[in-house]
């Protein structure tokens, strides 16, 4: 692995529980950086970790980064289950970007993103969740800047998702 923003520290602080957990996220983040896949196996305990930040960023890279198959379920239970707002979206974000290049499970992840933003209250979470509703379904379309908060009733369109609704 090249070291373009990871030390060599930072792989001691990933598995250390002493250390915060915004320190920890960090060194995740550089050791992602630099394609450092080396910490898989900690980042699967770390989904079930009491830490929102280490859950996010364990849901984002295995699922959202690395794109392993074998953690989708783990995302989508995220998604659907996880007491913060902050790892619902990631996992959002993660199944988005799971599904991007190749279309892999793409009507089952379409499928549960939809039930996902039918069910969870969080403005700030739908968003994220139809944002990488769009990224799969039409990806050269943005979410337009809003003026106020993302609303579900008016800025979904239910047509799009229609053929994902149960």
Partial sequence: MQRLKSKIEDERKIHDERIDAVERSSAISRLR?????????????????????????????????WRKPEHLNAAVNLLHKD???????GAAFALGEFVTPTGEQKIFVVSELTKALKTDS???????????????LEPTRQLPAAQTAFKRERDVNWNLLAPYLP
Avoid: C, W
Avoid at 122 to 136: D, G, R, S, T, W
């Fill in 33 to 65: 950086f630099d394609g450092y896949e080396g910490m898989e196996s900690l980042l699967v305990k770390l989904l079930k970790h009491p830490s929102f930040l280490l859950r996010r960023d364990a849901v984002v890279t295995l699922v959202g980064f």
């Fill in 83 to 89: 007491a913060d707002e902050t790892v619902r979206s």
């Fill in 122 to 136: 969080q403005p700030n979470v739908q968003e994220a969740i139809y944002k990488a509703l769009l990224k799969i």
